[in-house]
């Protein structure tokens, strides 16, 4: 098996150092994150300028990019390498409801659309035991031909994986979840310029809104691992027809 | 009613000033945008750094940040004016099928989703007929209240508006569609930076690869108004069942 | 006579415009300038990128780059104009002493160096009488002819114009002077990000350490406009001796 | 000795790398560069957004800045370390005549210029042979005090040391020389981005102009190490008369 890893945290994070160190043992592994931390990338693309890769002294790719950016260049052919799937991680901190809007970590899984395989993005609720998260990636990543085999799930799938963040050994198990929801994001924090102008930042997310059972907060509230399929297509099936109602208007 | 405008062209693009003088008529408008084009930028928040917001000759707000940037810098009160809905665009060019993962024009209107109305994004299926695009945004939020109101269409929803590009008078009317989908981007072009070394730029989206009847695609090839209603919850509820299965070996 | 006019301000401040207008009666003026404020960029230049001109809907040209950047370009051929001279400004807030080595405002008026005039940098010590500073520009420029005529300023020098924020019927007269200096910078301003992280301001200019008779300080607090020469060689021809004698040990 | 160590070319460049470990045996090094490549920084300053100092797992300090922003920041206090001198390179290829202006290599040298100490910068003329330019620097500096004692180089002094790209043996000696000069820049190479729009790269630095006996140039043609002084101070002493001769017109 040929693993594609990336993250949002950046090339030099110690998340990406333990999710390489777990997999090699499954596969090949070919690294390509981004330079910088990207965190909040979500899928933007690099559309104005051209991109760098560079090989740093761990043989991991940096790009000046997203997280998307290293994804889509690698699936383009760059590195010689064609995945069979993509594993995106281990991001520092959870990627809960509403958080996989903005995520990066989320973001570059779902590059990975195309490839044959679901793809697959961990995240750790907090920033210590990145081994666990080590861990679960490789039990989920050894189970996986399995996945995409005799349990078919449909194409174009995406794994959202939280990993609760303590010992393995005190894991309560996994859980398929689906997503909660967060509320409003709190209000961005006022700063001053050095040159006394007031300037805004993004206090980032907001407080949990839906957290009820099922749900992937529910799971790492409780010490499972949370596990929640996602899809890539964003269609609301269910509202067509009350749509179309409206239509009858305008036509 | 008071609406929110923004884009991801940025806030000197002529399809925003389309946008703002077809709707300022039918309530009072608040325009902020990036202070460059961000096309390509999806849902990114800037976190790296506070936002310093700047008043145009025009009125509009321009922010040094993404279009989402925009829109929560608004929602969280920067400029004294509490939207009821978002609205989103013109966007030069559209927005059909997979382009609505990358596109920050859709992500604008996605960050609008904690008001009570469905917020509204409108791409321009071409560079010319801006003024066909304007008129259809008037004909769709003066008819809105019925939408939100006796159709109620559930929270947290988007309309994805897609425009042919042709004069008002050659649209074929209006068509909800479903997002149809591309296949994988073409690989990124090479070019050499004046010293020699090559670079990698992203060539954007992919060749179509599903534009049946009831598509996106499909609605803008035969020269109707497509429009597609877009939920923010990725949660793959149809694939639960499986991924439970597959726990079950690992539990 | 055929002017490029830059600044460091970003293509919208009110500084450009006003050099603008002020200038367009004594030749053809093209205005190239970056798109943001590219305050401090000094003589930066955008290597790892290329760049984007944009005309404005005042027909100026935008660079998605420093000041640098802008003068390059325009010297390079892009915009099919080729000037006699560089004038840069008006910028907001005075360049005095060191302020010079950080400016891009004096940076754009180096770029020019190769020009057969003199480059002119025209910044107010202020954020108020911008027409003030137009008219001096107006009378300098009108003047050049015999600067670089009969006075014969030698190539590659650059005049550094600093003007007191007052009305013109104020202003006490022109002066030359030198650079004064400023002390060291004080220490960066400490900031939090909403994450709890520090992060660290560059608090800008140093206190005056150096600013009697003859400085460019001491004639803008006088009430005259101060008019530097400065040259582009940093050769220290003086100490040629001395690093001779020091390297007779080396060798 | 306390030495604070800097660069343009970014935190992981190999020049940095053979700079550090050459000098530490001649005191404590303190490193601060920049996280990625920023050749062509000047003495550009980062007034926009904090900045955010991170360590690496070498024990270097790497900044989402600018050379100058590392200095300035160290100098500052950030690290807890008060310097005697700044050394800057070692810059993968030349920094000769005009270089001097754009070069980022200076500019970290430069923002020393408050200590007592004059500063270094140390560039190889070439990609391969940064052993000789490690060892060229070690020399400099332990001969270091006796420059700044007996000799009494003014304050504000820098020198710009060029070093030929070949091993130590072959080296001719050391030159004090002057800057020389260089022509207009090649024009901005002319890119088209994907989407077919036209883009200007900067090209560079332009064609040798003045390179006679004396230069930087010329001593670095002969295999010689280059050292040319430079001051901070760009007030054109000479041409003061000539301007207040001008002036006189406009008074």
Redesign the interface.
Known sequence: MKLLLSNDDGV?APGLAALASSLQSLGECCVVAP???R???????????????QQ??HGFWSI?G?P??CV??A????FNFEPDMVVSGINAGANLG?D???S?TV?AA?EGR?LGKPALAISLAGHEHYETAAQVAY??VS?YD??SGE????PR?L?NVNVPNRPYAQIQ????T??G?R???S???T?K???G?T??????VGKIAEAGPGTDFDAIAQGFVS??????????????E??????D???
């Open positions: 030099n330079d910088r931390n965190s909040g990338a979500s899928n933007s693309l690099s559309l104005e300028r051209p991109l760098k890769p740093t002294h000046d997203t998307t950016d889509h260049l699936l383009g052919g760059l509403d996989v809007l903005y990066g973001a779902m195309f039990r989920l189970q399995r996945l349990l078919a799930l449909p799938t794994l198990g996994f859980k398929v689906r997503l929801h509320g409003q994001a209000a961005p924090v700063v310029d050095p040159r102008q300037r805004y930042w993004i206090a980032g596990i929640t399929p996602l899809h890539i297509d964003m269609t609301r099936h269910d509202s067509l009350q749509v179309s109602a409206w239509l208007l305008l036509n």
